[in-house]
Nanobody, 125 residues
Framework: QVQLVESGGGLVQAGGSLRLSCAAS????????MGWFRQAPGKEREFVGN????????GYANSVKGRFTISRDNAKSTVSLQMNSLKAEDTAVYYC??????????????????WGQGTQVTVSS
């Protein structure tokens, strides 16, 4: 089992950048592929991106491709989401998630087995 804790959320102006982190504890972090999701008020949770257990490949939702980058440091048991050129529509609670499931291709929408508690990102226009 793994426990996930997100951090780094906050308030940022449109066009700005923010970096989210997700710290994992428990079983070997390198056993898990990681995903980022977000949920805006009144909307369903949506996929943002994912990264394979070894650090690549990565997959992204079309809405964030070219603006967001996922990376991981298995030695530190962390995964990061670098968000650039932020837009008001990026406002949401962001969650990291983990899975040991195998998948083909670069994009993996789920299911994920473990979830963090989320961190709020607010982009002001």
């Amino acid at each position: 089992q793994v426990q996930l804790v997100e951090s780094g959320g906050g308030l940022v102006q449109a066009g700005g950048s923010l970096r989210l982190s997700c710290a994992a504890s428990g079983r070997s972090f390198s056993s898990y592929s990681m995903g980022w999701f977000r949920q805006a008020p009144g909307k369903e949770r949506e996929f943002v991106g994912n990264i394979w257990r070894t650090g690549g490949p990565t997959g992204y939702a079309n809405s964030v491709k070219g603006r967001f980058t996922i990376s991981r440091d298995n030695a530190k048991s962390t995964v990061s989401l670098q968000m650039n050129s932020l837009k008001a529509e990026d406002t949401a609670v962001y969650y990291c998630a983990a899975t040991t499931r195998h998948y083909l291709g670069s994009v993996y929408l789920g299911p994920y087995d473990y979830w963090g508690q989320g961190t709020q990102v607010t982009v002001s226009s």
